[in-house]
Nanobody, 122 residues
Framework: QVQLVESGGGLVQPGGSLTLSCAAP????????MRWYRQAPGKEREWVAS???????????RYADVVNGRFTISRDNAKNTVYLRMNSLIPEDTAVYYC????????????WGQGTQVTVSS
């Protein structure tokens, strides 16, 4: 069974940084594309970043325009963990951040964690 558990959220001042973690035990982690999504109050869930499965050396990343240059997604396949490093945070980044997993061939359901709250406020 695919399990995703996010951690690392919290309250941070504008301009600050935060690193989220998503532990993903219980499946062949390297075979899955990992993604971060976020959902602000009253808004639709939006995609933030993704990193391909496979070997760590061959992993590639992609970012939503609104976070590109500020956020960095990475993974450690040996630890079955994906990270989201968030720099230069702004209030608009306030949301519940969700970890998502899908097989690299996209022939699986989307698996979701429970989310971790990130609040950017002075």
């Amino acid at each position: 069974q695919v399990q995703l558990v996010e951690s690392g959220g919290g309250l941070v001042q504008p301009g600050g940084s935060l690193t989220l973690s998503c532990a993903a035990p219980g499946f062949t982690f390297s075979m899955y594309v990992m993604r971060w999504y976020r959902q602000a109050p009253g808004k639709e869930r939006e995609w933030v970043a993704s990193i391909t499965g496979g070997s760590i050396v061959g992993a590639s990343t992609r970012y939503a325009d609104v976070v590109n240059g500020r956020f960095t997604i990475s993974r450690d396949n040996a630890k079955n963990t994906v990270y989201l490093r968030m720099n230069s945070l702004i209030p608009e980044d306030t949301a519940v951040y969700y970890c998502n997993a899908i097989r690299s061939d996209y022939r699986s359901p989307n698996y979701w964690g429970q989310g971790t709250q990130v609040t950017v406020s002075s």
